[in-house]
C-alpha cells in the first residue's frame, strides 16, 4: 500500500486540511472586515478631534481672530460650496500633476541609482543635498522659470514628491534576496526579464509605501506654490483670509486640505492592495 493511502486512513488526517481550506476561503472576508473596522476607528478618531476641538474653544472661548471651532469652519464651506469646490479642483489638479511627474521621475531614478553604480556615485550624494533645500525657497526659482501659471505649482508638488520615491524604490530594488538573484541567474534570465519579473515586482511594497508618503507631500507643494504666486487654489484662499482675519474661511480650506490628502493616501493605499495582494495575504 502507498505511503499516501496509509496517510489517507488515519484518523483526523483530512480534518487539518478541511480547516486550512477553510482559513483561506475565508482570508478575504476577513480582509474586508478588518478594513471596514480600522475605516471605522479612522472615522472615530477625526470626529473626535473635531468634538474636543469645538469643546476647548466651548470652554476657553478665545476672540474669533484667534480661533474658531469648526462648526464655524462647516458653515463657512456650506455657505460658499461653490468657492471652495473652485479652488479645490485647482489645488487637486496641481497637486495630481505634481505626484505623477514625481513617481515616473522618482522610480526612473531609484531604478538608475540601482543598476547603475558609477551614477550612484555622483548622483545620490547631489539628491541628497537638493532635498535638504526647503522647497518654499525654490519655488519662487520655478516661477521665474515656468510662470505663475499651473506649470509652475505642478512642478513645484513633484519636486517635494519626488525624492520619497527615488528613496523607496532604491531601497526596494536592493531588498531583493540573493535567493532570487540566484535563481534568475542559474535560469538564464535575461536583465530585462530579471528586473521585470522579479526585482521590480519585489520593490511595488516599498514603491508604494514611498507613494502614500508622495501624495500628501504632493498636495503640500502645491499650496507652497499658491502661497509664492497664487490667484486661485485653496493656497491662495488661506493667504486671502489671513490678510482678511477670516478665520472661518482659513480653517474651512485647512479641513478641505486635510480631506483631499486623505482621501489620496487612502486611493494609493487601495490601488497598493489591489496590485499587490500577496502582501496582504502574507500578514
Not at 44 to 65: M, R, S, Y
Not at 77 to 102: C, D, H, K, M
Not at 206 to 218: C, D, E, Q, T, V
Request: hydrophobic content about 55%.
Amino acid at each position: 500500500m502507498a505511503i499516501s493511502e496509509i496517510g489517507s486512513d488515519r484518523p483526523g488526517t483530512q480534518a487539518p486540511a478541511a480547516g486550512a481550506r477553510e482559513r483561506t476561503v475565508s482570508r478575504p472576508g476577513m480582509l474586508r472586515r478588518d478594513s471596514l473596522v480600522t475605516g471605522a476607528k479612522a472615522v472615530a478618531g477625526i470626529v473626535g478631534l473635531f468634538v474636543v476641538w469645538e469643546l476647548l474653544v466651548i470652554i476657553f472661548d478665545p476672540p474669533e481672530f484667534l480661533l474658531v471651532g469648526p462648526t464655524a469652519a462647516f458653515q463657512e464651506l456650506f455657505e460658499r460650496p461653490e468657492y471652495f469646490a473652485t479652488n479645490t479642483f485647482v489645488t487637486l489638479q496641481e497637486a495630481l500633476a505634481g505626484f505623477a511627474l514625481g513617481t515616473a521621475l522618482g522610480v526612473l531614478c531609484g531604478a538608475t541609482l540601482h543598476y547603475s553604480p558609477t551614477i550612484r556615485s555622483f548622483l545620490y550624494p547631489a539628491l541628497v543635498a537638493i532635498d535638504t533645500i526647503p522647497k518654499v525657497a525654490l519655488a519662487p526659482l520655478f516661477i521665474v522659470w515656468f510662470g505663475f501659471g499651473f506649470e509652475s505649482k505642478a512642478l513645484v508638488a513633484m519636486a517635494i514628491a519626488f525624492f520619497p520615491l527615488v528613496i523607496n524604490t532604491y531601497d526596494g530594488l536592493s531588498s531583493v534576496p540573493h535567493e532570487l538573484q540566484e535563481l534568475a541567474r542559474i535560469n538564464r534570465a535575461s536583465q530585462w526579464k530579471k528586473m521585470t519579473k522579479i526585482e521590480m515586482i519585489y520593490a511595488l511594497p516599498s514603491i508604494f509605501s514611498g507613494a502614500k508618503i508622495s501624495i500628501s507631500l504632493a498636495v503640500g507643494g502645491a499650496v507652497v506654490g499658491e502661497f509664492i504666486a497664487g490667484s486661485e487654489g485653496l493656497g491662495y484662499v488661506i493667504l486671502l483670509a489671513n490678510s482678511q482675519v477670516d478665520l472661518p474661511s482659513m480653517f474651512a480650506a485647512f479641513i478641505v486640505l486635510a480631506a483631499i490628502a486623505l482621501a489620496l493616501f487612502f486611493l494609493v493605499d487601495f490601488a497598493g492592495r489591489k496590485l499587490i495582494p500577496w502582501k496582504n495575504h502574507a500578514k
